[in-house]
């Protein structure tokens, strides 16, 4: 199944929204239940099918959103991956991961994870924590810093002065991984 694209009004709280999640997972099924959720609590959401178009997405919506919410295991692009492009090209962005294999994820602070399956309120709770806090408050280590740096230095902005964050997503699979 390709890629999916929706964006959905959102339930209004007092005639405004709570913000805009994008909402990426290559799971048809989990987008559904989870946009159904978010959009009761008066969030407006947008789809992705994977990691790929979200950078997409994320690009065309510089500084429109309020939080990704990911999941970390897809083909193309994983939501780790991305989680780490959008850390250090829109670093103010709140990332969320989920995930049904807690068991082969490696823990990172600056990335909170919700294990599958979640309940409404687990997802509304981890949402709402996430946007109070930058993927970014805590400080990396310092390879993590350098790792940065360097895809900083070797991802150039295309046409329009953008960044292609897709081209750094592969950038930053050729940079050698930091020492734990």
């Given at each position: 199944?390709?890629?999916?694209?929706?964006?959905?009004?959102?339930?209004a709280?007092?005639?405004?929204?709570?913000?805009?999640?994008?909402?990426?997972?290559?799971?048809?099924?989990?987008?559904?239940?989870?946009?159904?959720?978010?959009?009761?609590?008066?969030?407006?959401?947008?789809?992705?099918?994977?990691?790929?178009?979200?950078?997409?997405?994320?690009?065309?919506?510089?500084?429109?959103?309020?939080?990704?919410?990911t999941?970390l295991?897809?083909?193309r692009?994983?939501?780790r991956?991305?989680?780490?492009?959008?850390s250090?090209?829109?670093?103010?962005?709140?990332?969320?991961?989920?995930?049904?294999?807690?068991?082969?994820?490696?823990?990172?602070?600056?990335?909170?994870?919700?294990?599958?399956?979640?309940?409404?309120?687990?997802?509304?709770?981890?949402?709402?924590?996430?946007?109070?806090?930058?993927?970014?408050?805590?400080?990396?280590?310092?390879?993590?810093?350098?790792?940065?740096?360097?895809?900083?230095?070797?991802?150039?902005?295309g046409?329009?002065?953008?960044?292609?964050?897709?081209?750094?997503?592969?950038?930053?699979?050729?940079?050698?991984e930091?020492?734990?």
């Open positions: 199944m390709g890629p999916s694209y929706f964006s959905s009004a959102p339930k709280l007092n005639g405004r929204a709570r913000g805009l999640v994008l909402l990426v997972d290559d799971e048809e099924k989990v987008r559904w239940v989870a946009r159904r959720v978010l959009e009761a609590d008066g969030w407006e959401v947008l789809e992705a099918g994977d990691g790929q178009a979200a950078l997409q997405l994320i690009g065309e919506r510089e500084g429109r959103l309020n939080l990704v919410v999941d295991n897809m083909p692009v994983s939501g991956e991305l989680a780490e492009v959008v250090v090209f829109h670093p103010g962005l709140p990332v969320l991961g989920i995930t049904g294999f807690l068991s082969g994820v490696s823990h990172d602070r600056r990335l909170p994870i919700l294990p599958k399956p979640f309940t409404a309120g687990a997802l509304l709770h981890a949402v709402r924590m996430a946007c109070g806090v930058s993927i970014r408050l805590q400080t990396p280590r310092r390879e993590n810093r350098a790792r940065a740096r360097r895809l900083r230095e070797l991802t150039h902005a046409p329009g002065s953008r960044v292609d964050l897709v081209q750094a997503v592969h950038t930053l699979r050729d940079l050698p930091p020492d734990e």
